[in-house]
């Protein structure tokens, strides 16, 4: 199928093309308002959050690795499957994603490729961390970070690699666990000097410490990690937004809850020998194929088929 741009045009896997984008979220970011990022780890996840209402998604890094492996996020997938997977989930939502792209996958050389890939991929953002590979999920224990001025260098490099001036590249810092927050917050005004768009304090430990982060930077975008269990403490959305935070994502509710939800149909597969008492509770066959997209497959077969 055609892309955009006509016969021999770029092929996708979209039946229509849609817009979405880096100039989507700056726009976004330019608002005003929080935006809330749900977190998606694959394709259909990414669609459910886009008919919630949700602005845009984010593709998590802990939640493609479960997915494509069955493995927790410590760094064993590749650049090219964590950008395969944004390339599936950016294609078939409209709205910006903004993706993990761990810690670049090596040095300035690697991650100037980092983000051609990423760029190619349709996404709007990638944050880039600071740590030592193979990196680990970011509420782990037993991390460790590289030199800051490493770092600065990665961010030079990542700003100077796009294309799109649009392209939205974000710092995160590790450094919270390791040598505590004042530590990392000289490390995320080193890479906001090295020209980081938005930045990423990871792991803080308290409501307080969520605030210091945002008195030290009152007039840069900040993403704050609401991450579902982990080392930061639930913090309600109203009082994130009071404190100045500009994106908030919730990495992995859609995996936990779909791990709940097969959980809940397998078990009683085993129970019963087949899933009709549960049937109630799922979305009916035929609602589910308009969901993902059979009446656009059918309009395109009526309009080129024979």
């Known amino acids: 199928m055609d892309g955009p741009g006509g016969a021999g045009g770029p092929v996708t896997g979209r039946l229509t093309p849609r817009p979405g984008g ?20 694959d394709p259909l996840a990414a669609r459910l959050v886009e008919e919630a209402g949700f602005p845009a998604v984010y593709m998590t890094g802990f939640g493609t690795s479960a997915a494509l ?11 090219t499957e964590m950008v395969d997977n944004a390339r ?7 709205i910006p994603v903004i993706a993990d792209a761990d ?18 991929a349709g996404v709007a953002a990638i944050h880039l961390e600071d740590q030592v590979a193979p990196k680990k999920c970011g509420h ?29 590249i974000i710092a995160r810092t590790d450094a919270r666990a390791v040598e505590g927050l004042e530590r990392a917050l000289d490390r995320a005004r080193q890479y906001r000097e090295a020209g980081a768009d938005a ?32 080392k930061t403490p639930p913090i309600g959305l109203d009082r994130l937004r009071e404190l100045g935070y500009r994106i908030v994502i919730f990495p992995i509710s859609t995996l936990l809850a779909a791990t709940a939800g097969m959980r809940r149909v397998l078990g009683e597969i085993a129970r019963s020998g087949t899933p009709a008492g549960v049937l109630a509770e799922l979305p009916a066959f035929g609602e589910f194929l308009d969901f ?12 080129y088929g024979s």
Not at 71 to 78: A, E, F, M, N, Y
Not at 88 to 94: F, T
Not at 141 to 146: A, S, T
């Open 22 to 41: 880096p100039a989507r979220l700056r726009a976004l970011l330019g608002s005003g308002d929080t935006i809330v990022a749900p977190g998606a780890f």
């Open 69 to 79: 492996l069955g493995r927790p996020d410590v760094g064993l997938l590749t650049m």
């Open 88 to 94: 599936r989930i950016a294609d078939c939502v409209d």
């Open 103 to 120: 810690t670049g996958y090596g040095n300035p050389l690697n991650v100037i490729r980092t983000v051609g890939a990423y760029e190619a």
């Open 140 to 168: 782990m224990e037993g991390k460790q970070v590289i030199p800051p001025g490493e770092m600065a260098q990665k961010i030079r490099a990542a700003v100077a690699a796009r294309t799109r001036p649009d392209f939205v």
């Open 199 to 230: 930045l990423f304090i990871e792991a803080v430990v308290s409501e307080e410490e969520a605030a210091e982060a945002a008195r030290a930077f009152p007039d840069v975008p900040l993403l704050f990690n609401w991450a579902e269990g982990g």
């Open 292 to 303: 993902i997209g059979l009446p656009e497959v059918r309009e395109t077969e009526q309009r």
